[in-house]
């Protein structure tokens, strides 16, 4: 039977099962995130819903089968499902992609930082980096203002205005993980590693708190960026996919 869970210790046994693809997960265990967070079990089997992001993020952990049984039992009738490539045959039976991206998932190996001039960004600057993330191709779809409080975003200024800007998903210092990710450049100002000394930047910040675990997510399709985070020491470590679904109507 799938059951909510609410022990943070349990959950925590369940994630660290697989600690990379928990990256996400295990930061909201924290004290701010964890009221925003359902969690539901099937045996080993965890599946959390993120309620603090528009899109409303849902992970699953466990196998295939227990996987499967753990979202057929499960409540939610939308949202953005991040899942491993041995539970698609499970999930398709029950939720429908509108779009489904494949998404590679990097780990900070050997840190090489592109090194330029940024600036720290807080959440003064919030109107201001969502009006460049709404200038281009999707930018910010991971965006929430309480990220800002982190103190771990960095931009680049060009004639006074924001042109680029990198942060971070999550960040815990008690799990021990962070996720790089909010990274954007104005479509007029690629081409010239401002991402990476953005990411560098923000990588700087991430290590000087002592988080050993850093990773991030990039589209397989996207070979320019994988290319750039390789650049600064990060590397693939598996794929997965993730996107908007709705349940299947039974019947």
């Known amino acids: 039977m799938v059951e909510r869970l609410t022990d943070k210790a349990e959950i925590r046994r369940r994630l660290n099962a697989d600690r990379e693809w928990s990256l996400y997960a295990l930061a909201d265990l924290d004290d701010d995130l964890f009221p925003h967070c359902d969690w539901w079990g099937f045996g080993d089997a965890l599946a959390l819903v993120f309620r603090a992001l528009t899109i409303r993020p849902i992970f699953v952990i466990g196998d295939s089968e227990a996987g499967r049984e753990l979202l057929a039992g499960f409540p939610e009738t939308s949202g953005y499902l991040n899942i491993r490539p041995h539970h698609v045959e499970g999930a398709e039976a029950l939720y429908r992609y509108r779009e ?140 997965y996919y993730e996107g908007v679904v709705d349940r299947v109507a039974a019947g």
């Open 100 to 239: 489904r991206r494949e998404v590679r998932r990097m780990f900070l190996d050997d840190f090489r930082p592109r090194v330029g001039e940024t600036v720290r960004l807080g959440v003064h600057d919030c109107a201001e980096i969502e009006r460049l993330y709404a200038s281009g191709d999707g930018g910010g779809i991971a965006f929430a203002p309480f990220q800002l409080e982190t103190g771990m975003f960095r931009g680049i200024r060009r004639h006074g205005e924001l042109v680029a800007v990198a942060g971070v998903q999550v960040a815990s210092r008690q799990e021990g993980v962070a996720a790089i990710g909010n990274i954007f450049t104005r479509a007029d100002c690629r081409g010239h590693g401002l991402a990476q000394i953005a990411t560098s930047a923000v990588v700087d910040a991430v290590r000087s708190t002592a988080i050993p675990t850093i990773g991030l997510n990039v589209g397989c399709r996207n070979a320019a960026a994988i290319q750039a985070y390789e650049n600064i020491g990060f590397r693939i470590r598996f794929g």
